[in-house]
């Protein structure tokens, strides 16, 4: 009876799969986004950026509804809440599809911020954190990974869509694809922690994980102990920096172009940055769950893209590839670093609420971006921009290695707390 338990999947597998499932339905609000600009603007005879202020609304709900968003994740359950969200998602969608109007847009764009505070920033670190005590960094990696996937493979799908059918047929897709694939995913194969069934985390004999998840305890400090520290603040803006630094990718077609790139060419450059993200998700986790130190290294592969770019592109143009690949691995690394950092320095006792806040961070600095970026790039040319993007990525770096330093002190500080009281 006992070899046919050690014989059984492990529940915690199947949550690491339904996660990663659901990354694609996610793709949809950011990672696909962009090819409605044109048809939809069109159509209303307004801008693109009149049309774009759909996804600053996006963002900025997204930062301010995070920490609101946790708690209720933790207080329900997991698959009403994540449920919840593709109901949502799936109705923004069907709203959009018959909209007469930009400003059921930046409406429904209110509502996609709610679902993607969660399903972009929590379910991956706190889902995977809770079910893995052994490779988290690497399954977190992979479940990240999949928002590269459902990017690169949603905007040609959807590109196809439209081409074929118009834009109000693709939003129905896209609303389809939320309630048919994500209800029934959210309902079955998620749970919030092993305990729900009754099982211990992945990875739970052999390790140290009876001081972080035995006996029904969590072992850390609480957010009000963190948000007091100044290790807080250093590994909050280690991924902020490299967030922020990313958003110079706005301005990388153009750039190609100045070089003189065919419009393909410029193309294939922008997707060897969807490979590397695809990439550096899936790179980091899998190192840090070795060395963090290194980790970080690798997350600030951009201190290297940069000058490539700068120095060596308008000479030889296959450094571009490289160099926006190697971009491209930094921009993959801003959340999947960033938690496994928070989770080392503050343990599992308030990751989630801690990991809210952090985030909240990036993500109001990610809404303010695009703008800034404008007026630098405006005012200092492409090269300019990308020397602050190579400064971004130095502190990043700097900063995440500080994390590392800080986190044995912090440590310390780590008490345990009963489940039943969270």
């Known amino acids: 009876m006992e070899e046919e338990k050690t014989k059984k999947l492990h529940f915690g597998y199947v949550v690491a799969v339904g996660v990663f499932i659901l990354m694609f339905p996610m793709g949809f609000i950011l990672n696909a986004a962009g090819i409605f600009y044109t048809p939809v603007s069109e159509e209303f005879g307004i801008s693109q950026t009149v049309f774009g202020i759909h996804i600053a609304i996006t963002e900025a709900t997204m930062a301010l509804m995070l920490p609101t968003v946790n708690k209720l994740f933790r207080k329900y359950d997991t698959r009403v809440t994540i449920t919840a969200c593709m109901i949502l998602e799936g109705l923004a969608y069907l709203a959009d599809s018959m909209a007469k109007s930009v400003w059921v847009f930046y409406i429904s764009g209110f509502f996609l911020g709610c679902c993607l505070s969660l399903l972009i920033y929590l379910i991956i670190p706190v889902l995977i954190g809770n079910w893995f005590v ?51 995913v959210s309902l079955l194969m998620v749970r919030y922690q092993p305990s729900d069934k009754g099982l211990q985390p992945i990875g739970y004999e052999g390790t140290n994980a009876s001081e972080e998840t035995g006996g029904g305890q969590l072992s850390g400090i609480s957010v009000q102990q963190a948000l007091r520290t100044s290790a807080f603040y250093v590994v909050a803006f280690c991924p902020l920096c490299i967030a922020f630094a990313c958003n110079m990718n706005l301005y990388f077609n153009s750039y190609y172009l100045s070089l003189g790139m065919t419009t393909v060419m410029a193309g294939t450059a922008a997707s060897a940055v969807m490979i590397g993200n695809m990439t550096g998700k899936l790179l980091v986790g899998v190192v840090a769950d070795r060395n963090l130190k290194v980790a970080v290294m690798v997350a600030g592969s951009g201190i290297i893209a940069m000058p490539l770019f700068i120095l060596v592109a308008p000479r030889i143009l296959v450094a571009s590839w490289i160099a926006a690949f190697l971009f491209g691995i930094s921009f993959g690394s801003c959340n999947t670093l960033g938690p496994i950092l928070v989770r080392n320095i503050f343990g599992n006792r308030d990751f989630g609420a801690i990991w809210s806040q952090a985030t909240r961070l990036q993500a109001i600095s990610v809404t303010v971006a695009s703008v800034v970026w404008g007026v630098i ?42 489940k039943e009281a969270l």
């Not at 992979?142 to 074929?164: E, K, Y």
């Not at 400064?391 to 912090?410: C, P, Q």
Request: aromatic fraction near 12%; glycine fraction near 16%.
């Open 134 to 184: 052994k490779n988290t960094g690497m399954w977190i990696g992979i479940c990240g990974a999949a928002q590269g996937i459902s990017g690169a493979l949603f905007s040609t799908v959807g590109a196809s869509i439209i081409a074929a059918y118009g834009w109000r047929i693709c939003y129905m897709a896209w609303a389809g694809i939320c309630l048919v694939v994500g209800i029934p």
């Open 377 to 418: 790039v405006g005012r200092m040319g492409y090269s300019g921009g990308m020397w602050i993007s190579f400064a971004l990525f130095v502190i990043a770096v700097i900063l995440g290695l500080r994390s590392i330093s800080n986190a044995e002190k912090i440590r310390s500080q780590w008490t345990l707390e009963e």
